[in-house]
């Protein structure tokens, strides 16, 4: 079946770590995007990408990178996680204009401590 | 800029009754769409339903609908006949001025009580 998949679902992670968050489609969309979502929030767009090896910053300023060197793949990274990244991470995909709509994945809640 | 606000951080609705959820925004572009997400706990976001500018007719899925505001710039979503399964946070969602992604509301959250 068609979906957008996001690995882990849940994270725990101590102060200074690597960290990878995992995004991948099975819908060949070229479109892809990261959110960032803090509790009673919105979200908010930090990355998004319109096909392999194009990313671009979103509207919010972080400090992930993500990379794009699959269609179907879109992790994003954080070097040194701090308490500040605290937060839940979405992974979204579109096939054609934005206006077509998304489909999410189910998201990461990342917890750094 | 493109805003979307949701001035309503929680609502709750009794089964079979009718919810209405606000959203207003703000654009400078004249054909647009705007869109209603469902977020169920713990479940992914899915989209619920979608209104383009230019179409005088509000959207209708099912028991949801729409009531578009063009001039207002106001967005509201409906639901008759409420059911348990939606309980969920629902987002209000536009496209941002640059026409590449989608920005949302903050979101409210609808309980279901029977």
């Known amino acids: 079946e068609a979906d957008i998949y996001q690995t882990p679902r849940y994270l725990v992670i101590g102060t200074g770590k690597k960290i990878t968050l995992e995004c991948s489609q099975t819908?060949?969309?070229?479109?892809m995007y990261w959110y960032q979502q803090d509790p009673g929030m919105e979200l908010h767009l930090i990355h998004y990408?319109?096909?392999?090896?194009?990313?671009e910053k979103g509207d919010l300023s972080s400090e992930s990178t993500v990379s794009r060197i699959r269609t179907e793949h879109f992790p994003l990274t954080l070097e040194s996680a701090r308490p500040s990244h605290t937060s839940q991470y979405l992974c979204?995909?579109?096939?054609?204009?934005?206006?077509?709509?998304?489909?999410f994945g189910s998201g990461t809640r990342l917890t750094v401590v | 800029a493109q805003t979307v606000t949701q001035s309503q951080p929680e609502m709750s609705v009794q089964e079979a009754e009718t919810v209405t959820l606000s959203c207003t925004y703000d654009?400078?572009?004249?054909?647009?769409?705007l869109f209603w997400y469902k977020q169920p706990p713990s479940r992914q976001m899915i989209l619920v339903i979608r209104?383009?500018?230019?179409?005088?007719q509000n959207a209708t899925e099912n028991r949801f609908s729409v009531n578009f505001q063009k001039a207002a710039k106001s967005f509201s979503l409906k639901i008759s006949d409420s059911q348990l399964g939606d309980a969920a946070m629902y987002f209000c969602?536009?496209?941002?001025?640059?026409?590449?992604?989608?920005?949302f509301g903050k979101g409210t959250t609808l309980s279901v009580s029977s």
């Open positions: 654009t400078s572009e004249s054909d647009y769409y």
């Open positions: 979204a995909s579109s096939e054609g204009r934005v206006v077509d709509g998304y489909t």
């Open positions: 969602a536009s496209e941002n001025q640059a026409g590449t992604a989608l920005i």
């Open positions: 209104q383009e500018a230019y179409k005088q």
């Open positions: 990408s319109y096909g392999v090896n194009s990313t």
């Open positions: 819908m060949g969309h070229d479109k």
